[in-house]
């Protein structure tokens, strides 16, 4: 290509082509694997406008720089080849990004080019100066196209890398929540306990744990973090670790829910809200609770009447020396409990009979639904009660996305 044509061409279609080229390629753990592939894509499909026939590839090892591979019509070379990163033209691509040397310029080494097989020093650098990508370069290609070129090849890796590392992110936020959400229902005497969890992303900022705390008192918590992702993941893993702290210095409720306050508070994350129920629950049927600025849980009784669970104080986090209540129901056999995040009956879906062109027509799931499907389904196991919540949930808000995470946690006394 001479340098008239690439006076003509068109920049904006060719930036538009590499990154649909780049995110065409599929996710991957290994990231040094996922550059070697975008050059090799970028240097096959657009090796006429980039100007590149071939390059190496370089990790960051230290104060030096591992050649890990060749691709494309590169020299072949034998990896484990080191460049010092105090080399001048590696370090100058270390610091801009984009560097394109001729051989003549003279802090260019031609002893060291020529055993590369290369006439200039052309790079880039990406994954934050993980990796240094060095190229071979079309003969007829000035130095401003070879640069235009190479900074809209680092752009491409660029945003394909900040997107796995992101997902990098989000893995890491499965695995922490994977490890603390309960894998299965509770054992405890009488009582059928289960619950139901499901997030809006990947990972969610809602969270519910069984704590047994002798063989005869069991700790049940339900709560909802503000967010989503690592920060709410990581913000679950504090109560789940401040929950367990207290009950192991055998604190009393309050001042258990009181410590976790103050540990959610001096959080450095982002979100430091959190509302939440937790209660302890005794084989006679007695439940001592405290309810931090949560949507208050319900015990719908044998005979029909309702008792809403509201005693406690503010959402954790943002006060730190809040105090709390605590507060007591006793469970008869036929009762049933319903601890569950705003999720559920926020949920939006269209009222009977509306027009479903009119956002007007939108109402919340709300919790006279929620207690018609448990009171209906009262005799049957928690499991069931649960599923038959989120099925009614997913009838009511047929065509639209879930807005939130949603956990609903159900304890029966059986007859």
């Known amino acids: 290509m001479t340098t008239e044509k690439l006076s003509a061409l068109d920049y904006q279609g060719l930036i538009k082509n590499v990154e649909r080229a ?131 090849l680092r752009h491409a890796i660029n945003q394909k890398f900040r997107h796995e590392r992101l997902l990098d992110v989000f893995r890491e936020a499965r695995k922490i929540q994977a490890s603390i959400l309960p894998k299965r229902a509770p054992e405890f005497g009488p009582f059928d ?116 669970l509201r005693e406690g104080g503010a959402v954790l986090g943002p006060i730190p020396d809040a105090t709390y209540e605590r507060g007591f129901v006793k469970l008869q056999p036929g009762d049933m409990l319903l601890l569950y995040t705003d999720g559920i009956v926020e949920t939006l879906g269209w009222a009977q009979g509306a027009d479903m062109t009119s956002t007007g027509a939108m109402e919340e799931y709300g919790q006279e639904r929620l207690l018609e499907v448990a009171s209906r389904h009262q005799g049957e196991d928690a499991r069931r009660v649960a599923d038959a919540v989120f099925e009614d949930l997913e009838s009511f808000g047929t065509g639209r996305p879930q807005e939130d995470d949603r956990t609903l946690m159900v304890v029966r006394y059986p007859h």
């Not at 691709?71 to 001048?88: H, N, T």
């Not at 033209?89 to 610091?95: A, E, G, N, Y």
């Not at 080019?113 to 079309?138: M, P």
């Not at 700790?219 to 504090?238: E, I, K, M, S, Y």
């Open 22 to 152: 780049v995110a065409a390629i599929g996710e991957t753990e290994d990231l040094g694997r996922m550059v070697h592939t975008l050059v090799e894509t970028a240097i096959r499909e657009f090796r006429d406008q980039l100007g590149i026939w071939g390059g190496r590839l370089y990790q960051r090892d230290g104060k030096e720089y591992l050649l890990k591979a060749t691709f494309a019509d590169a020299k072949p070379l034998p990896e484990g080849l080191r460049v010092p990163r105090s080399y001048p033209p590696l370090d100058q691509c270390v610091l801009r990004g984009v560097v394109f040397m001729d051989a003549d310029d003279p802090s260019v080494d031609p002893e060291l080019e020529d055993r590369l097989g290369v006439r200039e020093f052309a790079c880039i650098e990406v994954g934050e100066g993980e990796y240094i990508l060095a190229f071979n370069v079309e003969a007829g290609f000035n130095r401003d196209s070879i640069l235009v070129s190479l900074g809209i």
């Open 193 to 308: 306990v289960y619950a139901r969890e499901e997030a809006l992303d990947s990972v969610g900022g809602d969270f519910f744990d069984y704590i047994p705390l002798t063989n005869k008192i069991l700790g049940l918590a339900v709560a909802d973090v503000t967010g989503h992702g690592l920060p709410a993941a990581l913000q679950v893993r504090d109560i789940y670790t401040g929950l367990r702290m207290g009950m192991a210095r055998d604190f009393k409720i309050v001042r258990t829910v009181e410590r976790l306050n103050q540990i959610i508070h001096r959080s450095t994350l982002t979100s430091r809200f959190v509302s939440m129920v937790y209660g302890e629950l005794e084989l006679n049927g007695n439940f001592i609770y405290v309810n931090c600025g949560h949507p208050a849980p319900i015990l719908l009784r044998a005979d029909g009447t309702q008792k809403s």
